[in-house]
DNA sequence: GACAATTTCTAACATTGTTAGAAATTGTAG
DNA sequence: CTACAATTTCTAACAATGTTAGAAATTGTC
């Protein structure tokens, strides 16, 4: 799984460029996360990094890229916990449960990074929001499912049917998740997790009984 | 069901007032449908209306005003489309099916104001969007439920369950619906659709079983 | 140490939400 | 019909924000 990088010889203004580059990122999120998307503005940012405004365009090309990238690196860390969620899961059938918790864990935790990686509070999206990392959280999902259908003695019609299951499952995870952040679930982001295991649960029930996705 | 309002005996200013109000509403609306909430810009609506700018502030405190207002007006709609399915509707199973079927309907329809309603695309809501017009749509669907719980002999424990049954049904379509039109399902709005059926099919089955929401 | 390349900054511009105050319109009374 | 008052609408600005041109400063190289 873990792939070889190239080695990175790189001269000191080279790793300082990254680390701005690293900074300017990091301060975007903490603005968001502190005060809202809505008060992320290019200037607070450079204030925040202490440089001037126009450094930050040696870095992104304009705003909406600065945030794509923290999009993707949203899906990035969200992959992560998912896959260690799957690989504690002492079960096939707990990776999933497990799995479900720790998206609303993040969600919870990473708000602003739940937002930007669905263009919630504000947040503006280019239109092209199927990228790599995107499509890397559709396949754990669907490994950590057909890994469950397979120890439930399930089968797996074809690759349509494993794709439709995980799209309701995070279907529901997604509309749970952005409905609590939204304050619109009467009892908030504890409640909201709960109903979404309860739902998961009746659902792989639903599987199980059918013997198929 | 019908409520009797104040006979309204108005001067022609009075009805030119609200005529006006009304075509900035409409207007804001024409732009987000054709152009998407990136491009409403309060300059746009002026023109639309053909009155000058500081004119849309007479009828609106901001424009945050305007689009709370399409929000309400999000949710007057939606909840008129389900109740019409319902009332349409054979039997208390197909009155749940064919709501969910109707409310993928709105959003594909109606795209511009499910936006609004859930504060996609770059629209940005007051915290306060617990409001009225979401609570009838809420009561309309556990209205809704219950009927489909009495008729199967399900007995409800109470309010809460039936709630929370609701916001799962909720959260599945807003999960599906939402993602569909960010593009991030394969397949689109007609597969959604079908998914959004699936699961809550297999959703209503699984309460069945348990004879318990 | 001088010159070239790169990095960073100052100062602007365009767009957008918003508002003050002038101008125009409408309603009213003589 | 006319003069005045109230209301409506507009012109012209302001502040905030995303973005960029071009100057200044810094860095690297011979």
């Not at 799209?167 to 679930?185: D, F, P, V, Y």
């Given at each position: 799984m873990l792939e070889i990088v190239e080695t990175p010889i790189l001269t000191r203004r080279e790793r300082e460029k990254i680390q701005l580059r690293q900074a300017i990122l990091d301060a975007t999120q903490a603005i968001a996360a502190k005060e809202g998307w809505q008060a992320v503005t290019t200037r607070k940012v450079a204030e925040k990094i202490e440089y001037s405004l126009p450094t930050l365009y040696e870095y992104f090309e304009n705003k909406a890229a600065l945030l794509a990238e923290l999009n993707r690196e949203g899906y990035r860390q969200l992959l992560a916990v998912l896959q260690q969620a799957r690989k504690n899961a002492p079960t096939p059938t707990r990776a999933v449960l497990d799995g479900a918790q720790a998206y609303c864990n993040f969600a919870w935790q990473h708000r602003e990074l739940y937002e930007v990686m669905h263009g919630l509070s504000g947040v503006v999206l280019e239109t092209n929001s199927y990228h790599t990392e995107a499509q890397a959280l559709t396949n754990e999902a669907q490994t950590a499912l057909e890994d469950w259908a397979c120890a439930e003695g399930i089968q797996v019609q074809n690759a349509s049917a494993l794709n439709d299951?995980?799209?309701?499952?995070?279907?529901?995870?997604?509309?749970?998740?952005?409905?609590?952040?939204?304050?619109?679930?009467?009892g908030g982001k504890k409640v909201a997790a709960a109903l979404a295991l309860r739902a998961i649960e009746d659902q792989l029930e639903a599987w199980r009984t059918k013997k198929s996705l």
């Open positions: 299951a995980v799209q309701i499952l995070r279907a529901l995870l997604h509309g749970l998740a952005s409905l609590a952040l939204a304050k619109q679930i009467i």
